[in-house]
T-cell receptor, first 115, second 114 residues
Framework: GAVVSQHPSRVICKSGTSVKIECRSL??????MFWYRQFPKQSLMLMAT?????????EQGVEKDKFLINHASLTLSTLTVTSAHPEDSSFYIC???????????FGPGTRLTVL | GDSVTQMEGPVTLSEEAFLTINCTYT??????LFWYVQYPGEGLQLLLK?????DKGSNKGFEATYRKETTSFHLEKGSVQVSDSAVYFC?????????????FGKGTKLTVNP
């Protein structure tokens, strides 16, 4: 089946630093990737949608200058949290579609903790 | 905007018990409806889906029927197993769920004891 990986699985950083999270489709070409954020006991909330080679489309209320998304190839998308603050601490999940157009395949998530 | 409400967990059952996890939605038009499952340490996996009213999605003994009149998509299984222990998410999409955004419920944690 289609596999999506994320790296790192867990990261702790100091306030003010930037953190990059990678999302890779391992066995298929992902034309579209999605980035979600999940707070404890809350729903997954879509942050942005990215298509390979295009600028990401951000959901209302998501700061595009703070959450930089790059989808440079058909197998890799990155999310960079710039100048991270404690309120950015969360669980970030990516998904990808492309193999079967009507299905999203999810990564295992990245736990970000900002001290 | 569109939203999904699912029953609060956690849910704890004994093996072979009947499972129901309620899910209702608010949406414009005719969304597609999904159940995703997340096993410990893994990413969300599509469990089943339905794309139009009265459709029944089924997989691995789980079933859910798209009820437009009650805006519901309740998940059921007749006899749960320990291996069904996971977090279950109900979701909707205005598309087929591939290239369109998914709107999720908060998730329901299921624990099945032997």
């Amino acid at each position: 089946g289609a596999v999506v990986s994320q790296h790192p699985s867990r990261v702790i950083c100091k306030s003010g630093t930037s953190v990059k999270i990678e999302c890779r489709s391992l066995d298929f070409q992902a034309t579209t990737m999605f980035w979600y954020r999940q707070f404890p006991k809350q729903s997954l909330m879509l942050m942005a949608t990215s298509n390979e080679g295009s600028k990401a489309t951000y959901e209302q209320g998501v700061e595009k200058d703070k959450f930089l998304i790059n989808h440079a190839s058909l197998t890799l998308s990155t999310l960079t949290v710039t100048s991270a603050h404690p309120e950015d601490s969360s669980f970030y999940i990516c998904s990808a579609t492309g193999l079967v157009p009507d299905t999203q395949y999810f990564g295992p998530g990245t736990r970000l903790t900002v001290l | 905007g569109d939203s999904v409400t699912q029953m609060e967990g956690p849910v704890t059952l004994s093996e072979e018990a009947f499972l129901t996890i309620n899910c209702t939605y608010t949406a414009t038009g005719y969304p597609s409806l999904f159940w995703y499952v997340q096993y410990p340490g893994e990413g969300l996996q599509l469990l089943l889906k339905a794309t139009k009213a009265d459709d029944k999605g089924s997989n691995k003994g789980f079933e859910a029927t798209y009820r437009k009149e009650t805006t519901s998509f309740h998940l059921e299984k007749g006899s749960v197993q320990v291996s069904d222990s996971a977090v279950y998410f109900c979701a909707l999409s205005q598309g087929q769920g591939g290239s369109e955004k998914l709107v999720f419920g908060k998730g329901t944690k299921l624990t099945v004891n032997p």
